[in-house]
């Protein structure tokens, strides 16, 4: 095959891949509930003749937390089911088990490589102005309040794209191509579960890819580190109602021990070893103006530059949250709702990648070690690949944004798809050992 | 007419009052969205031959706050329409004007009297088991998340039943009689606009009755005293959203302001001079876990023995609000969503019900001034017949209740209906001048 | 005796009483710590002719709380030695055991009747300015930081005066006369170990006195109510310090952890059954700058229209208190410091007193029960009486002042004096059964 | 002269210091109160043939801050005369101006070096128990409440006993070297006033020097990095005081406030760009139990890993002030009572100074950048020098201590003064260019 017919192969996966990208975008599903996401992802794959394994088979189902009731899970499913999922891929799915797994042996001995995408959107309401193209040219959500605002419908297209090239290119692959489409980003839920069902235990090499955060257009970044570590905390405190003119001394005020703990929560002392975070997101309390709320509820999370800082902003966080409860006589739950870790990038994987496509015209590359404050659940993948003697990195393909990641007006740069598609294909078939 | 033909008179009305209440109770309607309800109060009234006015002409438009959006109207006044509406009286209510006035004019010469009845229903989730009689004998809320869950479908039945008697004995009413059907006696927010409009300008004696609060079955409290005044306030912080992980320092954190706020808030110092209350309902903050919270809502309120007292906790209120906002950098802007005031109940008028109802076997008549602890707006118009040289009580039916006002499963005792009827109507008819 | 002769009598007592105030006032100390004033009391009462007990004989000491240290008991005994206490009695009072009885045996049979006043003084720090008069002829506080701002100099002097008008005219007193000095009113720790010793056991008539509160000169207020119970608490948090900048998570931070319980303490939750207070009123936490507070010590107390609201605020105070440490990772000691109770003077005696005293001339008699918000311990004494089956009433002396008790300019109208005394010594001297 | 010469004259040089060292620990000096230490050194420098400049002529007496109350500069002034004070330098720092400049010019043309020590005191109350060396052998602090608990006394010393070696060597010196014996580092008040005097506008390398800060007996670590960037507010609320019982709302309350704000401040967020810091050290507030506060006081300092940082926290936390204030309706006074910035050490001057010094037998030297947390005003001096075209280090010389630094039993180990002292000479002799 010639270089150009390459290119050729290339622009027409990507076609194809926008194409499916404006699909996701317009079928958003959150994490644990990427039924029609995921038994496309299945369809596709398989139908380029690469084996699929699918739910449960890849994902450890105990490590889940996090997980929607079963009446949000049945919902999701339903609407999969009436909005084109796959069903001879579906029912594998059942119960929030919502990942794929690729795998396509190439035509030539070598190493496993593994390519991390993820499939999951976000609690937003989207934007409906003519001023955002998702809504303009008609693929914004059509599932209200729900929205692929970090881009994760362009990694799940663009990682199909790059399945599409390699399945044409498979006699040149040198080894086994792993392709992980992992569900659950948002909350770090869904890659753990992935990392325990051992999916990249043989992997020499690993790179997780993201679109943008904040790297413009026709840029590469070969190798981010810096995530913090995270751990996420749902929180509900119980107390009791009360009528707050009548009998104020009955009621045991959730709210007001909710609003105590936060004001606390913020206060924890910061650890001389590394950065730290604490955000409570979300706090909704009470039901009547005139009564004593018996109910709060906290969606929180702490960070930190290390595993053991976030372990420590954890372990405050609970006492803090505790003696709130004891201050107010509630009682207090408090679940961990996710978790991420921190991973470095390997430098010298870094550098192989940038070799691999530093002959592409116009596209900036980055090799260096740069440095993000995100949190991101692919460092459990990066970390088990890296304890089994491979190596792994954090790659972005820079995209100009519309609006930052996580608003309701966020839009990626399509045209960043062809050459993020070109510069992964090759840099998997660049690894021959 | 004999004593033997009121009674029957008395038990006929009674029914249809029971009737009414389990319509009602199956039609609830929040404040300012009593369009069905207060089209069939107007309805009946004048099929009693009563005169009736309504709307704007017995409410003072600019005095209402608190007024649902306008979508929301526009939504509740559809489904009365829907719901059986009268659509001769429907269109006098538009755009939240739901009061309703009924004028008698009896047989002989004589003073005013008004008898004040509210309509308005609550938003609470109504109980849906077995044990619940308004579920269990299919008259629960067709409305859900709408209930009522204080008996003002008892007062607005009741109401009617007693101008259905008096109607029918009009020869021998003396004077005039006013049927104050009240709108938005939650929050505070009806009474106000009615009596701004004049409606008791005239009134030698006003009766504004409530059932139950923890008053028995068979009893009858003729001139209950100690309603706190309050003051409603809802309050909404506006701060800026960021990345709690990447850019902490860019968020304006609405979230920890309110917390703040609410800390601070109880925390107001206690007034010498009598009893007062403050409370913070519900509390609704952020939109994601590792957002800074841009907005938060506070719906709350403070009371006292006087209003002196109220308005003490509300501007000091006011200046922990700007001071949480100061603090943290938002913008506060706080409402005023309603209002009641003090007012005391005339003892000689309490004496003079009394009186009138002694007679009547089996019923327990509390003539004394006795205390509650509740707000009540129809002090508004308390204090209006008042400044005007008329006396005013506060009365009490008593009722039995399955559980405490303002919750899911509240339902009264019916069987006080009959006596409640019998009662009001004798004390109306023995007021000669 | 003549009227004549007793107007004298009165007049000699009045100046003498004026002029020991003003030592007293000269030589304030602080609770348990009147060895100085007990001592001279001790030896007037004796000199009288009047039967003394002293120390352990009318205090129970195991029933004292607010002990001031050993080294500072010391130091105030040799000082007291050292400005002129009277040694034969100064031995009695050691340990801080400052309580006098003297017993009046009357010439002829009747009731036990027993008048309270108090000694102590209050850590203010005297005003020294010409505009106060103590400071301008000389008597203010000779002992730093220690004042006499309460009254309770003219107290004492008061009672002096009256035991000598009343052993003057012995032959006339009807049964006996207790006169009760009772040490540490201020901070509520006093009372009860005098009540616990039965000093007031045999009592048939009790007055406690108090002078101005608010009450203007010659006006004599023989029966007031309203006393706040209220429960004092010495609260320590202990955490551990930490350099701030270098290793701020190794910190367990006092002041925070205090800071947090004083926001949560005055938010505790109004008792619908009558009015409750609460104060912090001294905070003292950290050593440096830079260094986290590893101790803070709070000085609070809570207030109740009933001793059951006031033990309903302190249990919640406990509450917020524990969970504060809980947060903080800190230890909290909270020990009870003083306690005062309710009790109602009855109105009977206070009529008795009012016809007592009804030909004075120019005094304005308030005979009804009026209302304060104070605090006192004088009602642990007022309440044993009633069990026992006397009677008893809180009486005020009204005075006008230079400003308000408890502060460093207070000063009382001397020439209240004078019919103080008279009007109590012709009290006690018309009970006669 | 030989090396054997060299070693006696070190030794000769260290006993003298230790010496000085000890009697400086006995009269300890707080920051700006140095009259009795600046008069020594001064006296000492001008012995050994030093040029010596004092007070206003070496610090800008504007730029400082913190400055003692006039009554307390009189007070120590007093104290340093009567504890033998030169009397021909002591007045020469009236008025709190305390810093010294010794200038002795080598007999070879050369660079100009400086070498920067401080010299004041911290409050902190001694030891005094026989565990304590200071204690045990009779040097301990002989004014109550004051303690050389940080190594300043040492750092005075050694730079008298480095500047005693130099002027015996004067002849091998090139160019000029500056003594800098600073006041009050403490609080980072005396660096900006000398910097701002130009004291080292003309220096080619300036070496700040401090003892121990976690580093071991005979270690030299040559260049540190990492201060952070510092600004000290002093915080006094004003509200007004009221009698908590009987006029709960007449009071503003300052204690509440106050805790509030610290409340507030500890959550103030976390800065995206690097490490922050936040503490309030101490807070004093209210009067007596009963007493709603109306003053409460805060001693607080805000850190950050750039002064870009330290400014954003200092901006935040005058805003939590402020909105304590406006929510408490007090007034509130913000005062900066110190301030440090950030410097880099160069580390080619680090690691000149380490090729000096490495064949000092048993002396473990530290050449490349090594990281501490604390603040320094130094950073000021070395700012300076740096702008001008010189270059600057901050060195430290590793001493194992009793306790950490800022301890009531801090001591250093005597024995690394004499390679302390020879460390800095060699280093001194052996900048020629």
């Not at 362009?154 to 199909?160: C, E, I, K, P, V």
């Not at 062809?418 to 840099?427: D, Q």
Request: charged share 25%; net charge negative; hydrophobic share 40%.
């Amino acid at each position: 095959m010639t270089m150009k017919d390459f290119s050729a192969l290339v622009a027409d996966a990507a076609d194809r891949a926008i194409e499916t990208r404006r699909d996701l975008h317009k079928h958003p599903e959150l994490g644990l509930t990427e039924f029609r996401t995921a038994s496309l992802v299945a369809r596709r794959l398989s139908d380029l003749g690469i084996e699929v394994r699918t739910g449960k088979a890849v994902m450890d189902s105990a490590s889940r937390v996090g997980l929607p009731p079963e009446e949000e899970l049945q919902r999701c499913y339903e609407r999969a089911a009436s909005e084109g999922a796959d069903p001879a891929f579906l029912p594998d799915f059942e119960g929030g088990h919502t990942a794929v797994l690729g795998i396509l042996k190439g035509g030539k001995p070598g190493p496993v490589t593994a390519l991390r995408v993820d499939m999951d959107a976000l609690p937003i309401l989207e934007d409906d102005t003519q001023a955002h193209r998702p809504h303009r040219e008609g693929f914004a959500s059509a599932h209200k309040g729900v929205m692929h605002a970090c881009g994760h419908d362009f990694h799940t297209a663009m990682g199909l794209g790059i399945a599409e090239v390699l399945a044409a290119r498979k006699d040149d692959v040198h080894g086994t191509v792993k392709f992980v489409f992992q569900p659950a980003e948002e909350g770090g839920r869904g890659a753990l579960p992935m990392t325990r069902a051992g999916v990249v235990d043989d992997v020499d090499r690993l790179i997780a890819v993201h679109v943008a955060t904040g790297v413009p257009s026709r840029t590469f970044q070969t190798a981010v580190d810096g995530h913090l570590a995270s751990i996420k905390l749902d929180v509900r405190f119980k107390g009791r109602a009360a009528h707050a003119g009548g009998r104020p001394e009955e009621g045991r005020n959730a709210l007001l021990g909710a609003a105590q703990a936060v004001v606390a929560l913020y206060g924890i002392s910061r650890h001389h070893a590394g950065a730290s975070r604490i955000n409570v997101g979300t706090l909704h309390a009470g039901s009547g103006r005139n009564v004593i709320a018996d109910e709060a509820t906290l969606v929180m999370e702490v960070r930190g530059d290390t595993a053991e800082i976030a372990e420590y902003m954890a372990k405050r966080a609970r006492a803090v949250l505790e003696g709130a409860a004891l201050a107010q006589d509630l009682e207090v739950e408090i679940t961990t709702a996710g978790q991420t870790t921190t991973a470095a990038s390997d430098a010298s994987l870094g550098a192989e990648i940038a070799e691999a496509v530093r002959d592409m015209p116009d596209l900036n590359v980055v090799p260096g070690l740069s440095r993000t404050m995100g949190s991101e659940d692919a460092t459990f993948l990066m970390r088990r690949v890296q304890e089994k003697g491979g190596r792994a990195v954090y790659a972005v393909v820079g995209s100009d944004l519309a609006s930052g990641h996580h608003t309701p007006d966020f839009d990626i740069e399509e045209s960043d798809m062809p050459w993020a598609i070109e510069a992964l294909a090759r840099t998997i078939l660049s690894f021959k050992e």
